[in-house]
């Protein structure tokens, strides 16, 4: 059965950090892109940034400069290190993993929910 499960959420002031961990199980982990999504009340879920099995990364504009993805394929286990936080950035922060291969499947965690406000 696979697993993907979301923690580090919270309540948190603009310009705080906060760190997202996502812990893997039941997938070979090395085998996925790994990735944090966001939806905010009313929004579409949207990429905020994925990481690939070697490391490379991508972010959303919106993010660049504040927001960090990591992955410990040792770990089972990807990280995102937020800082500066917005207001925008509230919202409901999803872990996703798609095999970077036929049969493409991809899983969902179940969402930790990230508030930035005074």
């Known amino acids: 059965q696979v697993q993907l499960v979301e923690s580090g959420g919270g309540l948190v002031q603009p310009g705080g950090s906060l760190r997202l961990s996502c812990a893997a199980s039941?997938?070979?982990?090395?085998?996925?892109?790994m990735g944090w999504y966001r939806q905010a009340p009313g929004k579409q879920r949207e990429l905020v940034a994925r990481?690939?099995?070697?490391?490379?990364?991508n972010y959303a504009d919106s993010v660049k400069g504040r927001f960090t993805i990591s992955r410990d394929n040792a770990k089972n286990t990807i990280y995102l290190q937020m800082n500066n936080l917005k207001p925008e950035d509230t919202a409901v922060y999803y872990c996703n993993g798609v095999r970077n291969g036929p049969p493409y499947d991809e899983y969902w965690g179940q969402g930790t929910q990230v508030t930035v406000s005074s």
């Open positions: 990481i690939s099995s070697v490391g490379i990364t």
């Open positions: 039941g997938i070979i982990f090395s085998w996925y892109y």
